[in-house]
Nanobody, 123 residues
Framework: QLQAFGGGLVQAGGSVRLSCAAS??????YGWFRRAPGKEREFVAA????????RYADSVKGRFTISRDRAKNTMTLQINSLKPEDTAVYYC????????????????????WGQGTLVTVSS
């Protein structure tokens, strides 16, 4: 079970930190996706639990950082330099088994999903 939190209303240029608490089982892959108003869900970032592979969407590189707290079994997404186009519901997701890195950005390969947390960026 995944529980995402940390969203809210933020001004453009600001920062927000999203967290996702995982319980119930272990996993090898964790990621974040988002769905902007009127758009399809899209990939944001993903990482292997061991940290040997990380991927970011081109639109967020340099501004978003994905990480995890092993002891708390929690994954985070640090978002800096927010833009109005970052407004979306952000979803955390996990996968139990390992996959090759090229598939990290595909939501079809994730087993579990959080309920989503809304980030609204005002201009």
């Amino acid at each position: 079970q995944l529980q995402a939190f940390g969203g809210g209303l933020v001004q453009a240029g600001g920062s927000v930190r999203l967290s996702c608490a995982a319980s119930g089982r272990t996993f090898n892959i964790y990621g974040w996706f988002r769905r902007a108003p009127g758009k399809e869900r899209e990939f944001v970032a993903a990482r292997t639990w061991g940290g040997d592979s990380t991927r970011y969407a081109d639109s967020v590189k340099g501004r978003f950082t994905i990480s995890r707290d092993r002891a708390k079994n929690t994954m985070t997404l640090q978002i800096n330099s927010l833009k109005p186009e970052d407004t979306a519901v952000y979803y955390c997701a996990t996968r139990v088994n390992r996959i090759i890195s090229m598939y990290l950005s595909s939501d079809a390969y994730y087993d579990y999903w959080g309920q989503g947390t809304l980030v609204t960026v005002s201009s």
